[in-house]
């Protein structure tokens, strides 16, 4: 069985840093293209950050970009997100997710498994 | 301000048929695959309807999905109460080298 574990969310102020971790069970993950989105509280769906299967390939919203980095490890099935320079605005729950493509023009297909998501709140 | 549009709510009585359009442009929709997603409150996301119009295993022939040109529609009959969740469009952007999501759909059955 598929299985995505998100960890690492918490309440952290403005300007401080936090690691996402998912974790990942259940299938090949070095062969899944890994994903972030995010909700904030009683809002839709964003997308954060992809990374291809071998890490040859990132990509972030222009929102995060400089902010967030995305990795993995494939001997660990893990997935992080190292969050930096954080704002109020970045409060929202954080869901991993597996996708199928990745390439240097696109980097979806579809999220076809989800983690159940972890908190970040940020505010002083 | 989400890049594809789709309408805040909709609703349909049990058993009668619900459409929720998402509508983009040729950056977006026009030139890449749709998914769908079903969110029901307080869970994660799920995978309804991959490449335009294929389902999962396990999702019933209840929910379809089209595109035609910018645009493009989930379809579920037979509305059940469980049916009850937000909906989610989603699809590459190939100007914002981004993914993009509609912002969501409210099924209510009456």
């Known amino acids: 069985e598929v299985q995505l574990v998100d960890s690492g969310g918490g309440l952290v102020k403005p300007g401080g840093s936090l690691r996402l971790s998912c974790a990942a069970s259940g299938f090949t993950f070095s062969d899944y293209t890994m994903t972030w989105v995010r909700q904030a509280p009683g809002k839709g769906l964003k997308w954060v950050s992809s990374i291809s299967s071998s890490s040859y390939y990132i990509y972030y919203a222009d929102s995060v970009k400089g902010r967030f980095t995305i990795s993995r490890d494939n001997a660990k099935n893990s997935l992080f997100l190292q969050m930096n320079s954080l704002r109020a605005e970045d409060t929202a729950v954080y869901y991993c997710a597996t996708d199928r493509y990745c390439s240097s023009t696109s980097c979806f297909d579809y999220f076809d498994y989800w983690g159940q998501g972890t908190l970040v709140t940020v505010s002083s | 301000q989400s890049v594809l549009t789709q309408p805040p709510s909709v609703s349909a009585a049990p058993g009668q048929k619900v459409t929720i359009s998402c509508s983009g442009s040729?950056?977006?929709?026009?030139?890449?695959?749709v998914s769908w997603y079903q969110q029901l409150p307080g869970t994660a996301p799920k995978l309804l309807i991959y490449d335009n119009n294929k389902r999962p295993s396990g999702i019933p022939d209840r929910f379809s999905g089209s595109k035609s040109g910018t645009s493009a529609t989930l379809g579920i009959t037979g509305l059940q109460t469980g049916d009850e969740a937000d909906y989610y469009c989603g699809t590459w952007d190939s100007s914002l080298s981004a993914v993009v999501f509609g912002g969501g759909t409210k099924v209510t059955v009456l």
């Open positions: 040729s950056s977006n929709i026009g030139n890449n695959y």
